[in-house]
Nanobody, 122 residues
Framework: QVRLVESGGHSVQAGGSLRLTCAASGYTHCNYDNYDMSWYRQAPGAGREFVAGFNTDGSTGYASSVKGRFTISQDNAKHTVYLQMNSLTPEDTAMYYC?????????????WGQGTQVTVSS
């Protein structure tokens, strides 16, 4: 019932910047504010790992590998989440996914986006 669509990923040289966008739609009985939004990534041959996200109280958290370089933000009116990525390195190359994690898990379902590819060349 909730659809997440990521965009903004493409190829960039090391040291460059990108901003990823996650647009959410299709909410019914589960309100947007009852989801914790976050970003994950999956590099070739690796598992999916947490990158950045909002906690239930509105605070943010980041993986140590991106702290100080990436910033997560959102526009509640537009139901959109962003990931600003600066000082990119080849190690940041991955498919990036948006995740909507329900607070009311007993009646709301988790949702993933389709992913957007980020490739950083040296």
């Amino acid at each position: 019932q909730v659809r997440l669509v990521e965009s903004g990923g493409h190829s960039v040289q090391a040291g460059g910047s990108l901003r990823l966008t996650c647009a959410a739609s299709g909410y019914t009985h589960c309100n947007y504010d009852n989801y914790d939004m976050s970003w994950y990534r999956q590099a070739p041959g690796a598992g999916r790992e947490f990158v950045a996200g909002f906690n239930t109280d509105g605070s943010t958290g980041y993986a140590s590998s991106v702290k100080g370089r990436f910033t997560i933000s959102q526009d509640n009116a537009k139901h959109t989440v962003y990931l600003q990525m600066n000082s990119l390195t080849p190690e940041d190359t991955a498919m990036y996914y948006c995740k909507a994690d329900p607070i009311e898990h007993w009646r709301c379902s988790l949702a993933w986006g389709q992913g957007t590819q980020v490739t950083v060349s040296s």
